[in-house]
């Protein structure tokens, strides 16, 4: 059973531009949220995705948007890049809603 | 609303001796609580969890919490810490937002916790 994956691994961009994460979703899940670490921070949810539906958002400007595909991988986007986006972005999968998480290694943006 | 609060930001022990983590949370309905250890470089590994069973939760790698509802508190602990304990541990806090049923899912700020020799 293959787990969470994430790509890319890392990725510099610099203010102003767009960037694409993407996640693929364990075998059997449903269910894709999205998350961002900041350095020495604990993970703040950004918006989870339930049957290619935006099931629930966080406290994240509309520069943050996203996607679930049919086979329920899911991509974040994010306009505008800014300073403070600099982050480790997590994606976690889970069965479905309400259902144990499972997460991702991450991808690590720097913004410049 | 939900929080979590992880009382200590930085814990040192030394091998072979106890390690206690803690962590208090509020939240408006019956929460599903977790313990989460992040290794440098690596993704977000759940420790235990507790969905309203036991009080006492026991997790891999001889981790175990109690979920005290009078105390709104949800300690992690460790009879003897190894050294591969090194890492960040985040309590986190989910309940279902009632409106849109999604996960709403709070983590802590985290504890990093060092191992001496």
Redesign the interface.
């Known amino acids: 059973e293959t787990g969470v994956t994430q790509s890319p691994t890392h990725l510099i961009k610099t203010r102003g531009q767009q960037v694409t994460l993407r996640c693929s979703s364990q075998s059997g899940h449903n269910t894709v949220s999205w998350y961002q670490q900041a350095l020495g921070q604990g993970p703040q949810f950004i918006f989870q995705y339930y049957r290619e539906e935006e099931n629930g958002r966080g406290n994240f400007p509309p520069r943050f948007s996203g996607l679930q595909f049919p086979n329920y991988s899911s991509e974040l986007n994010v306009n505008a890049l800014e300073l403070d986006d600099s982050a480790l972005y997590l994606c976690a999968s889970s069965q479905t809603v309400n259902n144990e998480q499972f997460f991702g290694p991450g991808t690590r943006l720097t913004v410049l | 609303a939900q929080s979590?609060t992880q009382l200590d930001s930085h814990v040192s022990v030394s091998e072979g001796t106890p390690v206690l983590l803690r962590c208090n949370y509020s939240s408006s309905y019956s929460p599903?609580l977790f313990w989460?250890v992040q290794h440098p470089n690596?993704?977000?590994?759940?420790l235990l969890?507790y969905t309203s069973a036991a009080t006492l939760v026991k997790g891999i790698n001889g981790f175990e919490a109690e979920f005290k509802k009078s105390e709104t508190s949800f300690h992690l602990t460790k009879p003897s810490a190894h050294m591969s304990d090194a890492a960040e541990y985040?309590c986190v806090v989910?309940d279902?937002?009632a409106k849109?049923?999604?996960?709403?899912?709070?983590?802590?700020?985290?504890t990093s916790l060092s191992v001496i020799p």
């Not at chain 2, 690596?42 to 759940?46: A, E, R, T």
């Not at chain 2, 999604?102 to 983590?107: A, E, L, N, Q, T």
């Open positions: 979590v599903s989460y690596k993704g977000l590994q759940l969890k985040f989910s279902i937002e849109t049923s999604y996960d709403k899912v709070i983590f802590g700020p985290g």
